[in-house]
């Protein structure tokens, strides 16, 4: 059974309660105990906008509210819930409040004396943990399945020497550069490449979402797509290679981005027209954060669908292309 992140950590907290004999205090319980005058006077002036060493380092650290974190669990960021922040009587509520409704950044989480509250570094805990598991995960092989890719590897080696050496994750071994030539169609006008990048989770999480809206969405441009396929361990550049191998007009590479603590299930698109190697990164058009609490996966294939038809017309990509 999976428990929601906010519960785990109300269990949590229930038992430290109950150890500490402090069970059944209002919530004001996490607020500072009584201080000296200067201790009260530096507590008051913690706002989202206070400039003291600890309240900026607190706020780097700390998850933003109960519901962001929640809501990265589902998916869905949610940020917006104003009324969520920990800070008592805040200086500045309106513009505290206005923060928090337009940011998932861990900002008025307040703290107990000169530390985090322990509900908020056990979420920074969580968040941090997810986005481990993302770098060191595997792409469920049922969605690929389902979409029915073939996989083929990089010369990455392994998870550590493929964050050591990122030029092993751009090159396709000799038995991938085999199987692409045996199974895809060559010459075509899309060619859609899926990787696992730095989050196999950014695969799972949207690539139901992204690639059929995608496809649907160059069916209505009436352009035709060639035969889609996992690269494991690549990176940006592998596309190029591809390009080399295949020479379609236009690829599109569907990788997982770096996680963070916000999201460990961002995806990025890149795009290139006729990449080849030796292509310089201006060359390439991206569509990034696409995720539930970002860029909408369904809205996000949709306008890749969309670029990749101007890339076409205009035969350019990167900064010479006009969107």
């Known amino acids: ?11 949590v907290m229930a038992e430290l309660e109950k150890k500490l004999g402090t069970a059944g205090l209002p919530d004001k319980k996490d607020a500072p105990a009584p201080k000296s005058t200067t201790e009260a006077d530096d507590s008051q002036q913690v706002t989202a906008s206070s400039t003291g060493g ?8 700390s998850p ?47 703290r107990a004396g000169t530390r985090p509250l322990t509900r908020e570094i056990l979420k920074f ?14 792409v469920n092989q049922a969605v690929l399945d389902e979409f029915g ?3 083929v590897e ?14 092993m994750g751009r090159i396709v071994t000799d038995e991938g550069i085999e199987l692409i030539r045996k199974r895809c169609v060559m010459k075509p006008q899309v060619q859609v490449v899926v990787s696992d990048g730095l989050s196999a989770n950014a695969v799972d999480a949207n690539l139901r979402d ?7 969405s160059l069916e209505a441009y009436g352009l035709k797509t060639g035969t889609p396929f996992f690269v494991r361990g690549g990176r940006v550049a592998v596309m190029d290679q591809i390009g080399e191998l295949l020479q379609p007009e236009v690829l599109v590479l569907l990788i997982g981005e770096r996680p963070g603590l916000v999201s460990s299930k961002s995806m990025s698109a890149y795009m290139c027209f006729r990449p080849r190697q030796g292509t310089v990164e201006s ?31 205009q035969q350019a990509s990167g900064v010479r292309l006009e969107i």
């Open 64 to 110: 933003v509210t109960d519901a962001g974190s929640h809501a990265e669990e589902s998916g869905v960021l949610g940020f917006g819930d104003s009324a969520s922040h920990n800070v008592p009587n805040p200086k500045w509520a309106e513009g505290m409040n206005e923060l928090l409704a337009n940011t998932p950044a861990r900002i008025g989480v307040w």
């Open 54 to 61: 600890g309240s900026q380092e607190h706020a780097r650290q």
């Open 1 to 11: 059974m999976t428990i929601s992140l906010d519960r785990l950590v109300d269990q």
């Open 154 to 167: 990089t010369r990455y080696g392994n998870t550590e020497n493929y964050l050591k050496r990122p030029d």
């Open 283 to 313: 060359d390439r058009t991206v569509v990034s954060n696409i995720h539930r609490g970002g860029t909408p996966p369904v809205e996000a294939g949709a306008h890749i669908g969309t670029i990749l038809k101007k890339m076409i017309e």
């Open 149 to 151: 890719m073939f996989t």
């Open 125 to 138: 805990r969580c968040d941090h943990a997810a986005a481990v598991d993302s770098i060191y995960g595997e």
């Open 210 to 216: 992204v690639y059929p809206s995608l496809l649907d």
